[in-house]
Every structure is written in structure tokens, then in C-alpha cells.
């Protein structure tokens, strides 16, 4: 710092002083009207502490621009993708009013984008070509228990005949055998022929059914329709041969609460064009699904709850961008909804155990690694609170060649008051990987946010110590994480609550956007409705409110693996660190896309040469933000490079 610099400075640390010394010097009554509000914030505006602590603004749309923001993702052209489909609002979801807004965060230009499905709830990642995957979303609300009208449930529809697949069209009716009870179906179902069974030597032993998954309700509403037990249904309109072969088979259908049922629609949004781009279908509708790009660029997606309510069972599917279409795993393997899924550096599945629920409490919760192709799972030991897993973050910490992973809070199944206030980290680089804790928050959080920073440390901020911040339990905490050191660091208090649906994305300048939050009740007593958050909050951390940070310009848009590009920078030799950041695509706590890689460079004069890792496990395909960190470990504004 100049001496210049410094006679400012002090200058303002002596007004500060002054300012404070006036105030404590007036009587108490003034004192409290001018009141614990306003003298904090003075005393966050001051600059000395934004230097050590960042600070944070609220930004508030025009009233015509506001939505419920439920999923955020960074385009390459520096754009916020921001979706709410319906927003978790059942009046929406009626008037088919689904949103999408993209929000230029450095001009501050906001527009409204069609919205062609409801993709409340849906997956997303980010592609080789820039183009975000959107794949899933709604397709009809829950219903709560005391809302069901009419008796429903799931119906199997068994097709013994060997020669051909059926199809049954919506309305089908279908009546016990036993019951005498009828029931109708909402949507068509297509089921597979059998398949015949031969033993070792050739023998035809039996047709095993083909089965179709269908959600039928009855004709009438009333308790008198319901069904206690499992029957035998047959189909009505049939003839024949598809008669004697083709039958329903369901469970108890009842009036009990309905779940979330998902969509089969699949989409690109083209961030030059900004618009959705319809591709095929995934085979399997899903509601809260996890998409992971994996290293040959084609993306996996796993979970979700069905077109008719129910946990897909276990059929994941494979999106090949070149062709546009899907094909299920050779494999099955089930996880909750949401579900934690990093892609390795061996290019095996890291399961951090992350989800955001729904399915079994005692099916695809515990941590491991997974190997696709083989289908084998390998489970990681050491989990602390492992019984608090939902709405829990994974974070893979910098630089992402170190293969650590930090798993951040969560809380009980369901709606349970239990919240844990554990980090967890494990090495997947030790031979025998396990889980250690790591630092403690202060309270136990559900829905922590976090994001990657281009220093190497990670900020977590907000969520709430209950359920959908039930009793105002909203957490206005924010710390930032040295994997280094091993060790949480305080800093400025976010201004907004966040809790369910929220997340974080880190901008190319190197602050952080954070979007969202869905309050189940709006007072400590719980007896108010909650309202969704529609303000973005941005956190400018304390390496920008250094006296200087490095310049970074020119150079390839595109570097391969292994190859190198050259920029400048005025600052070059000040330069200690460079990084790719992959942007992030968020929602329920759950961004799989982000992750940190060092590069190796050299300097000449003013010229930087960066070189990218030459593994494409390591370095997906796709768009990345190049950042350099000077020796104060400020980052220059990103560049945008793209890796083939």
C-alpha cells in the first residue's frame, strides 16, 4: 500500500473512531432510537469491516420480473438462468403459468423466457456444447390425506403373452376380481410382452409377465371404494387372447396422501438464443431427479418420483447429447430424490449419501462409490449422524485434484425436528477412504448453501434448524471454509433467510448469488402461512474489498486436455494460483456441477500460460470460468474458456 493509501485509510479509521466516541456519548433514550438497527448497520457499511468480513445486498426485481425461484444455474454468456415452472404454487400449476427469467447480473437487465413445461422440481446440468439439460419436473401436485376424494393407488398390469406388447389408453377401467370394486386410469401405459424363461439346457420353463405401472382412482369418491387388501383386477374392453393374459394387480387403494408425480419432458436451454430446445423424452418420468455429466460428455440421470407418485424403482438412464435421446443402465440401483452423485477422477459415481428425501429410509442411504457399468457399490465407513441426511449439501472441496469432500448439516427423515451440525469430509484418494468430522457449525442446520470460491475456500451460509425454517428457525449465519486450515471462518451475516428450495451460485466476478427460500409457516408459533423469498441476495467477499485485484484478458476461447493458453495480465507477476471453476446449476441443496481445478501456468512479462489437466474426469467437457489469484489470494474477474 502507498503511503497515500495508507493517510486515507487512516483517515477513515479516525472519522470512524470519531463517529463512534459522539455516539456513546449521547444520552441512553437517543442512543436506542437511533437504535441496534441502524448502528449495525453503520458499523457493516464501515470499510474495514467489509475488508475482513465481505458484505452483503439484497436485490429486488421489478414487481412484474418476481417469481419463485426454485432452480438458478450460471450460462456461459454470464447470464442467471433462473426457473420456477409453477413455483410450488398449485394455483400456477392450474393456470399452466410456468416461469423462467434470465437476469444479467452485471447490466441488471431481467427477461422472461417461455416456459414450455412445468419444470417445478426438475434436474439439470451443464453440457459439452454450453447448453444447460433440463430434464423432469411436475406433473400433478400431492394431496395431502384429508384433501383425497376419491381412492387411488398404483395399479401393475401383467402381460403374459410372449408375442407382442399392449397398450391400454387412458380410462381404462379396471375391476376386483375379488372386491368387485372399479377403478380407472389416468394415462395410458404401455406393457411389455413376456419374456420366456429357458433353463440350462433349452427347456421352456414359464413366461415371466411384462409389467406396466399405472395410477388409477375410483369412479366415485367416498371411503366405500376404498380397498384393504391386494387383488386381481380384470380389464375391462378386452377380447380374446389379450384378455386371458393381460391383468391388473394392485395393493391397498386408498384415500391416502398423494405424492408429487413427475414428467418425462427433456430440454435444452441454448444460452445464445436463450430459449428451450425440446430433445426426446427420458424413458422414466421423474420428479426430483439428479442429472451428473460424465466423462464422455453424456449425462446420467437417477431418482425421482414417477408419473404416478412412486419412487422410480431403480431404472436410471444415460442422455447422449449427440443424439438426443436415452437409454436406460443395463443396471438397476434406487436412491432417494436429489441424491449427491459427483463424478470421481476414476470416473466412478461418488454417493455422498446428500438427498433430499422421499423413498425409503432404509434403501440407497449410505454413502459409497459406485461403479456404473459393474453396478458395484462400495460403502464408505465413518458417517457421523448418518439418520440426518436429508436436505444435507456435498460440496467437493478445492482444488477438486485433492478428491475431498465435505458433506455439510442435513437433517431427519421427512419432517423431523432433527438437525445435525456436523461436516463431514472424506479423501477418496486414501486407499480405504472414511469419513472424519470436520469443524462444527454453530447450530444444526438444514439447507445449508455453498459455493466454491476461486481463492480455494468455500462459503456456506444460511438454511434453518428445522423443517422449512418451522419456528423462525432460519439460521442469518454465514462462514467461509479453509480446507487448508481445516477451519470455519465467521463473516458478514446474510440479510434474508434461506431455507427449502434455495440455493448459491458463484458469479465470474467472483461474488456469489443466492436465490430463493420456501418458509412452511411465516411466525415463530407456526401459525401463520409462509411466503416464498423472490429477493436475490449477493455476497461480495473480503478479497474484493482489497486495494487491487489482478487483470486477466485475451487468450483462446477453447483449450483442450493437455493443451495450453496464453492471456494477459498487468499483474502477472503477482500471479500464485489459476483455476478453473465449472459454473454451477442449483437446487435443493444440490449442485453436483460445481468444482475447482488447478492448472498449472507459467509467466513471461505480462503473459500467463495456463495448461488444463489432460483427465476427462478430472475436466468434463464443457464451459469453464479460468480465474488467477494474485499473492494477497485476490481473484482477477473469470475468463470464459471452453474445453472440447
Not at 95 to 115: E, L, M, N, S, Y
Not at 249 to 267: E, T
Not at 353 to 360: L, Q
Not at 557 to 567: D, L, M, Y
Amino acid at each position: 500500500m502507498n503511503d497515500r493509501a495508507g493517510r486515507r485509510r487512516a483517515r477513515r479509521l479516525a472519522i470512524g473512531t470519531a463517529v463512534v466516541l459522539a455516539l456513546a456519548g449521547m444520552n441512553g433514550p437517543w442512543l436506542y432510537r437511533f437504535s441496534t438497527a441502524k448502528y449495525h448497520d453503520y458499523e457493516i457499511n464501515k470499510p474495514e469491516y467489509k475488508a475482513e468480513n465481505g458484505h452483503w445486498d439484497i436485490i429486488e426485481f421489478p414487481k412484474e420480473y418476481r417469481q419463485n425461484t426454485i432452480h438458478a444455474a450460471l450460462l456461459h454468456t454470464g447470464k442467471i438462468l433462473l426457473v420456477a415452472g409453477s413455483g410450488n404454487n398449485q394455483d400456477n400449476f392450474d393456470a399452466k403459468k410456468f416461469d423462467t427469467r434470465i437476469w444479467d447480473p452485471v447490466k441488471g437487465t431481467i427477461k422472461k423466457v417461455p416456459t414450455p413445461s412445468d419444470l417445478f422440481c426438475t434436474g439439470h446440468t451443464q453440457l459439452p456444447n454450453g447448453n444447460l439439460l433440463i430434464a423432469g419436473g411436475t406433473k400433478r401436485y400431492e394431496k395431502l390425506k384429508g384433501d383425497v376424494t376419491k381412492a387411488g393407488g398404483l395399479m401393475i398390469v401383467h402381460n403374459e403373452n410372449p408375442d407382442k406388447p399392449i397398450t391400454l389408453p387412458a380410462g381404462t377401467t379396471f375391476t376386483g376380481r375379488t372386491n368387485g370394486k372399479t377403478f380407472v386410469s389416468k394415462d395410458p401405459v404401455l406393457v411389455p410382452r413376456a419374456k420366456k424363461v429357458f433353463d440350462r439346457t433349452g427347456k421352456f420353463l414359464r413366461n415371466d409377465p411384462g409389467l406396466g405401472r399405472i395410477y388409477v382412482e375410483a369412479l366415485k369418491s367416498g371411503q366405500k371404494y376404498e380397498t384393504g387388501t391386494q387383488d386381481n383386477y380384470r380389464i375391462q374392453g378386452l377380447t380374446g387372447a389379450d384378455a386371458r393374459n393381460t391383468y391388473g394387480i394392485a395393493q391397498k387403494l386408498a384415500l391416502d396422501k398423494k405424492d408429487f408425480q413427475g414428467i418425462r419432458d427433456a430440454y435444452e436451454f441454448d444460452p445464445v438464443a436463450e430459449k428451450y430446445i425440446k430433445v426426446d423424452p427420458m424413458n422414466e418420468a421423474r420428479w426430483y431427479p439428479t442429472l451428473t455429466t460424465l466423462s464422455d460428455g453424456k449425462v446420467l440421470s437417477v431418482s425421482g418420483l414417477d408419473d404416478i407418485g412412486q419412487l422410480v424403482p431403480g431404472k436410471n438412464e444415460i442422455f447422449d447429447p449427440k443424439t438426443k435421446t436415452w437409454t436406460y443402465t443395463r443396471t438397476v440401483r434406487q436412491f432417494p430424490t436429489y441424491p449427491a452423485l459427483f463424478l470421481m477422477q476414476s470416473g466412478k459415481i461418488f454417493y455422498s449419501g446428500s438427498n433430499a428425501g422421499y423413498g425409503p429410509d432404509d434403501v440407497g442411504r449410505d454413502p459409497g462409490i459406485w461403479d456404473v457399468d459393474s453396478n458395484k457399490f462400495t460403502k464408505i465407513p465413518g458417517l457421523s449422524d448418518p439418520n440426518m441426511m436429508e436436505t444435507s449439501g456435498t460440496v467437493l472441496l478445492p482444488p477438486a485434484q485433492d478428491q475431498r469432500y465435505m458433506v455439510i448439516g442435513g437433517g431427519g427423515v421427512g419432517e423431523s425436528k432433527l438437525a445435525s451440525n456436523k461436516t463431514r469430509i472424506v479423501d477418496l484418494k486414501d486407499p480405504s477412504p472414511h469419513f472424519v468430522d470436520g469443524p462444527a457449525l454453530e447450530k444444526g442446520t438444514r439447507y445449508p448453501q455453498s459455493s466454491i470460491l476461486p481463492d480455494d475456500t468455500v462459503l456456506v451460509s444460511g438454511g434453518s434448524e428445522d423443517y422449512r425454517g418451522r419456528g423462525d428457525s432460519n439460521i442469518l449465519q454465514a462462514r467461509i471454509y479453509d480446507p487448508k486450515a481445516n477451519a470455519f471462518k465467521r463473516v458478514a451475516d446474510p440479510l434474508v433467510g434461506r431455507n427449502y428450495h434455495s440455493g448459491s451460485i458463484l458469479l465470474p466476478d467472483g461474488r456469489v448469488m443466492f436465490f430463493g427460500s420456501d418458509s412452511l409457516y411465516g411466525d415463530k408459533a407456526n401459525t401463520k402461512p409462509g411466503t416464498f423469498e423472490q429477493r436475490i441476495e449477493i455476497y461480495t467477499p473480503p478479497y474484493l474489498y482489497r486495494d487491487a485485484r489482478p487483470d486477466l484478458s485475451g487468450g483462446p476461447q477453447t483449450i483442450e486436455r493437455g493443451g495450453s493458453g496464453t492471456f494477459t495480465s498487468q499483474h502477472a507477476s503477482t500471479i500464485k494460483k489459476a483455476r478453473l471453476i465449472r459454473p454451477s446449476a442449483s437446487t435443493h441443496v444440490t449442485d453436483v456441477d460445481q468444482r475447482s481445478v488447478a492448472l498449472d501456468f507459467t509467466v513471461s512479462g505480462d503473459k500467463v500460460t495456463v495448461t488444463v489437466p489432460k483427465n476427462r474426469n478430472l475436466v468434463q467437457s464443457g464451459w469453464y470460468m479460468l480465474f488467477v489469484d494474485d499473492d494477497q489470494g485476490t481473484p482477477s474477474k473469470a475468463q470464459w474458456v471452453r474445453v472440447p
